[in-house]
């Protein structure tokens, strides 16, 4: 009796067999398609964009260039002028700003290159502890010679200030460090040499 009874329930949706997901899915993309318009490029974009008035005519040539495919591969230059213009980059947020020519053009920094100090013949004339085979390690207890070596702030002098050879001046560092760990000689700024002053007679 119970298989009979679920045979009777079945057979109405063997009958009439229910529409899929997609073919409900379908008219309603259909129809969302046909109301908003297509852009499927950066030049149907910028299409949109002339057709609205929002570029200047005498820049149609230079958006046409600058949504075209083989302008994304590098810099180009801009017509017959001198001056080169950034690309577009992928999955990155387009600004107002981006599409003056001010923001397309790279900027150029001058960076000054850092000083490394002298080479290795002259550091050798010039550095006390190679001339005196010693070791700055061994003076870290030397509060004097430590805070010659330091600025006002307590950071350590660089190599093309003190002149020192590159294991001088690492070592010299490593000296600093320990003598700061130890209370020696202060952490954010240089010992004064004279702790008293001196009274004139």
Request: charged share 25%; aromatic share 6%; glycine share 4%.
């Amino acid at each position: 009796m119970s298989a009979l009874s679920s045979l009777l329930r079945l057979s109405p949706r063997h009958a009439y067999p229910r529409p899929s997901l997609a073919r409900r899915i379908q008219p309603r993309r259909n129809a969302s398609d046909s109301q908003s318009p297509k852009a499927e490029s950066l030049a149907d974009v910028s299409g949109l964009f002339r057709q609205a008035g929002d570029v200047p005519s005498g820049e149609q040539g230079l958006a046409q260039k600058l949504t075209s495919k083989e302008y994304s591969r590098g810099p180009q230059r801009v017509s017959s002028a001198t001056r080169y213009v950034m690309p577009f980059q992928h999955k990155i947020f387009v600004r107002p700003y981006d599409f003056t020519l001010k923001g397309r053009s790279p900027n150029k920094r001058y960076t000054k290159p850092q000083e490394l100090g002298p080479s290795a013949k002259e550091a050798k004339q010039t550095d006390i502890f190679h001339k005196l085979e010693m070791d700055p390690v061994h003076e870290a207890t030397n509060s004097h010679l430590m805070a010659s070596f330091v600025t006002k702030m307590g950071k350590i002098l660089t190599r093309a200030e003190t002149n020192l050879t590159w294991k001088s001046q690492r070592r010299l560092g490593k000296a600093i460090r320990r003598a700061r760990m130890i209370g020696i000689i202060p952490q954010l700024s240089r010992r004064p040499m004279k702790w008293f002053p001196t009274t004139k007679q």
